[in-house]
């Protein structure tokens, strides 16, 4: 199976997010403007984008590559985090402070 680890886009377009696979990527998936932040969860194989300039966070789906819904969030997010033991979804917003 695929890892989940991934990293931040390498396509020109400021607008995709990139699965790091073992080999060289094989998707360039759509996610809001400007991502900035990328956090895994293992156990449910969802990856989450921070959007800076969209002020949303995308949640894709590791085993489709697609994003299967975007959550608004505070002002100019830039990290997310995952802790996995209490199923939580971290978000720092640069403009407005951390949010979950």
Do not use: C, M
Not at 64 to 80: H, L, Y
């Amino acid at each position: 199976g695929r890892s989940p680890s991934w990293r931040p886009p390498v396509s020109p377009s400021p607008q995709l997010a990139t699965p790091a696979l073992a080999g060289p990527p094989t998707a360039a998936i759509p996610v809001g403007s400007n991502p900035w932040g990328i956090a895994a969860d293992a156990a449910t194989r969802t990856v989450y984008v921070a959007n800076e300039l969209s002020n949303t966070v995308s949640v894709i789906s590791e085993a489709t590559d697609t994003v299967i819904k975007a959550i608004a969030v505070g002002s100019t997010p830039q990290g997310v985090a995952v802790d996995p033991n209490t199923n939580t979804v971290w978000v720092d917003n640069d403009a407005a402070g951390p949010s979950r």
